[in-house]
C-alpha cells in the first residue's frame, strides 16, 4: 500500500482489519462484491423472464441447468488457465465477457425478441465465462495478502459477499416487481462491468504479473495433471471434497427442493424467506467471528462447525416450528463460515501458489457436480419414502460426512501457521497501491 506520493508502506498488526490496509485486496473485495450483489439479483431476474415468456418450469430449469454444467465442465480449463497468465487480468477480460452477455440478455428480455432457446446459450457462456474466472478470484489472495493475515482476509471476503446478497435478493425482487425482469439483469450486465474496472486496477507484485515459465512451456492438459497430482497427493484434501460432495447433494435436495414444500405445508413461503435470511445472517456474523479466532488446528475446527449443518435439516422434517427453524437457520450459516473461511486459509497456507488455482478447480468440481444431483435426486426419493424420512436421512448423510472427515488424521491434525509476536507486531509485506 501506498500513500498519494506513491512511496511504499507496509501494513502492520493482524486485526481483523488488517488487509483493508492493502489497496490492492480492496480492488479485489470490492470487484467481488459487486459481483456478487448483481449475482443475487440475475436469478430472480432471469426466472421471471423464463417464465414471463413460457410460464414453463421446465424451461427455467434447462436455462438454469445448462449454466451451470458449462460452469462445471470450463472449471478446470479455468484453473488451468488462471496458473498460466496474471490472474487478474483473467478476471477482467471474464467478467467484461460475462458483462456482455448479460447485457445481450437483457436487451432481448427488454424488447420482447427472447427465446429460450437464445437464452439457454446466453445462459452457457456466462457460465463459461464464470468458470474461467473463479478459480483465479480465490487463488489469487496470496498474490495479495501476506499469510499472518490471510484468515482475516478471507473472512473479510466472505463477509462482504454474504452482505451482498443480504442487500442484492431482496433488491432484486422490487426491481423485477417495479421494472421488470429485463432491467434486473441490466444492473447485473452493468455489475460485471464495474468489477471489470476494480480488477482491473489491481496491482500484483512483480513475481506474480507473470506466468512460470515452466507452465508456459508445458500444455494445458499437462497443467490439469499436475493439479490433479497435487490434489490427490494432500490426504486431508481429498477427504474434505469427497465429504462436502455428499453434504452439498443433501443440502441442495433438502433446503432448495424439500424446504420450500414443506414451508408451503407449516409456516409459509413468507416465513421461508426468513429461514434463509436467518442463515445468511448467521453467515455474516460467522465471518465477523472467523476473523478473530486462533486455533493451531483450524481446518479441524471448521470441519466439525460443519456438523451445525443438521440441525435445520433434522427440523424440517421433525419439527418445523417458525422459531425451531430460525435458530437452526441461524447456527448453521455461523458454522458453515467457520469452515469456509478455514477451507480457503488452509488451502492457501499448505499449496504452492503457482499451482493453487488448479487445485481450486478440482475443489470446486467435486463440490458442484453434488448440486444438481441432490436437486434432482430429492423429488423422487421424497416420493418413494415420505419428506420427513427424506429429511432426516439428509441430516444422517450430513453427520456421516463430517464424522468420516474428522476421522481422518490428516483433517484432524492439520497444523495453521498462527502469526508469531514478531509478525503481529513488525512489518509483514510491501505492497503498492495501484
Not at 439483469?185 to 464495474?194: G, L, M, P, S
Not at 493439479?227 to 494432500?234: A, K, L
Not at 436467518?278 to 465477523?288: D, E, H, P
Request: aromatic share 6%; proline share 5%.
Amino acid at each position: 500500500m501506498s500513500d498519494a506520493s506513491g512511496s511504499s508502506t507496509r501494513p502492520r498488526g493482524t486485526g481483523a482489519l488488517a488487509p483493508l490496509r492493502l489497496v490492492p485486496f480492496r480492488f479485489l473485495l470490492a470487484g467481488r462484491a459487486i459481483n456478487a450483489l448483481g449475482n443475487a439479483i440475475a436469478p430472480i431476474a432471469l426466472a421471471f423472464a423464463v417464465l414471463d415468456l413460457t410460464g414453463s418450469p421446465s424451461d427455467l430449469g434447462l436455462v438454469v441447468g445448462v449454466r451451470m454444467l458449462a460452469n462445471v465442465v470450463f472449471l478446470l480449463f479455468g484453473g488451468a488457465l488462471a496458473d498460466r497468465v496474471p490472474k487478474h487480468l483473467l478476471m477482467v477480460g471474464a467478467s467484461v465477457a460475462a458483462a456482455i452477455t448479460q447485457a445481450a440478455v437483457a436487451a432481448l428480455v427488454l424488447s420482447g425478441t427472447a427465446t429460450v432457446a437464445l437464452l439457454i446459450a446466453l445462459s452457457a457462456a456466462n457460465g463459461m465465462v464464470s468458470a474461467l474466472a473463479m478459480p483465479a478470484s480465490a487463488a489469487i489472495v496470496p498474490q495479495l495478502v501476506p499469510a499472518d493475515i490471510r484468515q482475516q482476509a478471507n473472512a473479510l471476503n466472505r463477509l462482504f459477499l454474504s452482505g451482498a446478497v443480504i442487500i442484492g435478493a431482496p433488491v432484486g425482487g422490487v426491481i423485477v416487481a417495479t421494472a421488470g425482469p429485463g432491467w434486473g439483469i441490466a444492473i447485473d450486465a452493468a455489475a460485471f462491468a464495474i468489477s471489470a474496472v476494480a480488477f482491473a486496477l489491481i496491482s500484483l507484485p512483480s513475481a506474480g504479473t507473470a506466468p512460470v515459465a515452466a507452465a508456459a512451456r508445458s500444455s494445458i492438459f499437462t497443467d490439469l495433471r499436475t493439479g490433479w497430482t497435487e490434489f490427490r497427493s494432500r490426504t486431508w484434501l481429498w477427504v474434505v471434497v469427497a465429504g462436502f460432495a455428499v453434504i452439498n447433494a443433501a443440502i441442495s435436495g433438502g433446503m432448495s427442493v424439500l424446504g420450500p414444500v414443506v414451508a408451503d405445508d407449516t409456516v409459509g413461503r413468507r416465513a421461508w424467506g426468513l429461514v434463509l435470511a436467518a442463515q445468511t445472517v448467521g453467515m455474516v456474523l460467522g465471518a465477523v467471528f472467523a476473523m478473530r479466532l486462533r486455533v493451531s488446528r483450524l481446518l479441524f475446527v471448521g470441519v466439525l462447525c460443519t456438523a451445525l449443518e443438521v440441525l435445520p435439516m433434522l427440523t424440517l422434517g421433525v419439527m418445523p416450528h417458525l422459531g425451531l427453524l430460525l435458530g437452526a437457520a441461524f447456527l448453521a450459516g455461523l458454522g458453515i463460515e467457520q469452515f469456509a473461511v478455514a477451507w480457503e486459509t488452509t488451502m492457501q497456507e499448505h499449496i504452492p501458489t503457482d499451482r493453487l488455482a488448479r487445485v481450486y478447480s478440482y475443489d470446486m468440481v467435486g463440490s458442484f457436480v453434488a448440486i444438481p444431483i441432490g436437486q434432482v435426486a430429492a423429488g423422487p426419493i421424497a416420493e418413494a419414502v415420505g419428506v420427513e424420512a427424506t429429511l432426516v436421512g439428509a441430516a444422517a448423510l450430513i453427520g456421516l460426512s463430517v464424522t468420516g472427515m474428522l476421522s481422518s488424521g490428516a483433517v484432524r491434525n492439520l497444523r495453521h501457521r498462527l502469526p508469531t509476536s514478531a509478525e503481529a507486531d513488525g512489518p509483514t509485506m510491501e505492497q503498492s497501491s495501484a
